[in-house]
């Protein structure tokens, strides 16, 4: 099969996955900035007590919130994150990721299992990883092109 039919087909669990980085409500955005920095990842889940999630922090609310003035950070979770995440079943189609990713312009789709529980964070990331593995001829033979347009080029003066 080609690529095409296999996003169509295979299941999102055959992708790369993150570890997913959960906070509580009543964390600080300082406690997000200190995980994401840690894992190096650029999203947390903010869940209640029960582990039910309630929203998410990504980069792009940490930019926003920074322009607020220097209390940013002492701010709770709850009353920043985002209301609004996107996610898909581990069952689902890889394409739906893609889906997902352009229609909402998200960088990172969370995977739920069946009963709606996060099991982890893909995205941009976890599908360049897929079609590298699954197509690495193809993905060798570009890389090789574009080091041999930058070879046939003369350096310096």
Not at 27 to 44: Q, W
Not at 89 to 103: E, F, G, R, S, W
Not at 123 to 140: C, L, S, T
């Amino acid at each position: 099969m080609g690529l095409r039919e296999d996003i169509l087909n295979e299941p999102v669990s055959d992708l790369g996955m993150r570890e997913l980085l959960i906070l509580k409500a009543d964390d600080t955005v300082l406690d997000a900035v200190k995980l994401m920095r840690k894992k190096r990842l650029g999203c947390v889940l903010v869940v209640d007590g029960q582990g039910k999630p309630l929203g998410e922090f990504t980069e792009h609310t940490l930019l926003q919130l920074i322009g607020g003035g220097s209390q940013a950070m002492s701010k709770k979770l709850r009353d920043v994150a985002s209301q609004e995440w996107i996610s898909v079943l581990n069952t689902d189609p890889i394409a739906k990721v893609l889906d997902a990713m352009q229609d909402h312009g998200r960088r990172f789709v969370i995977v739920v299992d069946s009963q709606g529980k996060a099991i982890g964070l893909t995205g941009q990331r976890g599908m360049m990883e897929y079609i590298a593995d699954h197509f690495p001829r193809q993905v060798k033979v570009h890389m090789i092109d574009d080091a041999k347009l930058y070879m046939d080029q003369r350096e310096g003066a």
